[in-house]
């Protein structure tokens, strides 16, 4: 089955979520699991996998910590849709994912929130459409996630549109004529948003002179790298990647003297958190992403300081795509008249009739609303930021 991008808004039915409605209800569980209304069998349980240890555990720990605080405000109104959230660490690993997701189903999860990150979540698709049970990913942002089955749909950009966007953006703004490339070639999210970015950008007459790349273990030291974009002359370096080598290569590019203008993509959200990183170097960076936590917005303002009162950290992009997926899932049972007596299987057919005919409006996006086409691609516009003063701020 070929997964579309297409901006679709068939039947779509106009609802807005507003993000900070609900208060705290009691402390989670060590597998943070929600403790509201399970006992009673009255809450639909959600399980997902991720990298809650491990390397890639900054993202995996934001993505659980977003869906447990849009479980608790949901359940804190008390009404018909109670939610129990449980996770399992995966620590970014195929085979570790595949164990987690066992042992989420034996746990008797009805909906999933699939894997954070995309290989992981690839390994669990095929899991997930045998045992058919309907997930909603917030971050696996490869299409090899949603592609071939009918159970997995994504709250994330997919990385090919991300590869587009990027491109469009940046011959569209003239950001560069001369344009260095560092991507992460062990990496499914890195290359999938690079080819399609390459493509697009010959489509767009952008002038690819470098094109570097790195691998896991070799992912402190960016010398090579940067010296070939600078020989070459790039006058803007595309990262797709994440934000933890991202930051790493804009300290080396500093203390080399080499200051191009640099573009990322909705991975590098969450540079100005990293330990020990000169946030002033990151002044002028632009990148692509679904939110913006400096936004003045009620909804995007409520969420924030909840998160940093309860975690003590500003919320990223996983964050808030987790805590929307909560959102959605909740408009989705309530549009489809849906009871947590139900079994996985007669939800997950629920969700997959449901999810291609609303339009959610959550954090994440342009507020335009969040649309999903029947092969559970998502439909939403990303917002171009400017990190000035220490803080991001939109382009447009």
Do not use: R
Not at 94 to 120: C, F, H, R, W
Not at 321 to 326: F, G, K, L, R, T
């Amino acid at each position: 089955m070929k997964k579309s991008l297409s901006m679709l808004l068939a039947g779509a039915m106009l609802v807005s979520v507003l993000a900070g409605c609900g208060g705290n209800t009691s402390s989670s569980s060590e597998t943070g699991s929600t403790d509201e209304s399970t006992a009673s069998g009255t809450a639909f349980k959600v399980g997902g996998t991720a990298p809650l240890t491990g390397t890639a555990a900054i993202y995996g720990n934001a993505v659980k910590n977003g869906a447990e605080l849009a479980a608790e405000e949901i359940n804190a109104e008390g009404g018909d849709i109670q939610f129990e959230v449980v996770f399992e660490d995966d620590e970014n690993n195929t085979e570790k994912a595949v164990s987690a997701y066992n042992a989420l189903k034996d746990e008797g999860i009805q909906l999933s929130l699939g894997a954070v990150t995309s290989k992981p979540g690839e390994a669990i698709a095929p899991l997930l459409e045998e045992d058919h049970i309907f997930a909603l990913t917030p971050s696996a942002s490869s299409p090899a996630n949603i592609e071939n089955n009918d159970v997995v749909f994504q709250m994330c950009f997919s990385d090919p549109n991300q590869g587009l966007a990027s491109a469009d953006y940046i011959a569209d703004q003239q950001l560069g004529t001369k344009i260095g490339i560092i991507y992460k070639s062990d990496d499914v999210y890195s290359t999938g948003i690079l080819e399609q970015f390459k493509a697009e950008a010959q489509t767009k007459g952008l002038e690819i002179v470098a094109e570097e790349s790195f691998m896991d273990g070799m992912d402190t030291d960016f010398s090579v790298q940067l010296n070939a974009c600078k020989s070459a002359g790039a006058d803007l370096l595309f990262l797709p990647i994440y934000y933890t080598p991202a930051s790493l290569i804009l300290t080396q590019a500093n203390q080399m003297g080499y200051a191009p203008k640099f573009f990322g993509v909705d991975g590098m959200d969450g540079i100005l958190t990293v330990e020990n990183f000169d946030t002033a170097l990151a002044e002028g960076v632009m990148l692509l992403t679904p939110f913006n936590a400096d936004a003045t917005d009620e909804a995007t303002v409520n969420f924030v300081t909840k998160y940093e009162e309860k975690y003590d950290e500003t919320p990223n992009q996983f964050a808030a795509d987790a805590y929307d997926c909560m959102y959605a899932y909740k408009l989705a049972l309530e549009t489809a008249g849906c009871t947590p007596d139900m079994s996985a299987s007669d939800l997950c057919d629920a969700m997959i009739e449901t999810f291609p005919t609303i339009t959610f409006t959550g954090l994440t996006g342009d507020g335009a609303g969040i649309t999903w086409d029947s092969d559970g691609a998502v439909s939403k516009s990303p917002k171009g930021m400017i990190i000035e003063n220490g803080a991001y701020v939109g382009m447009d």
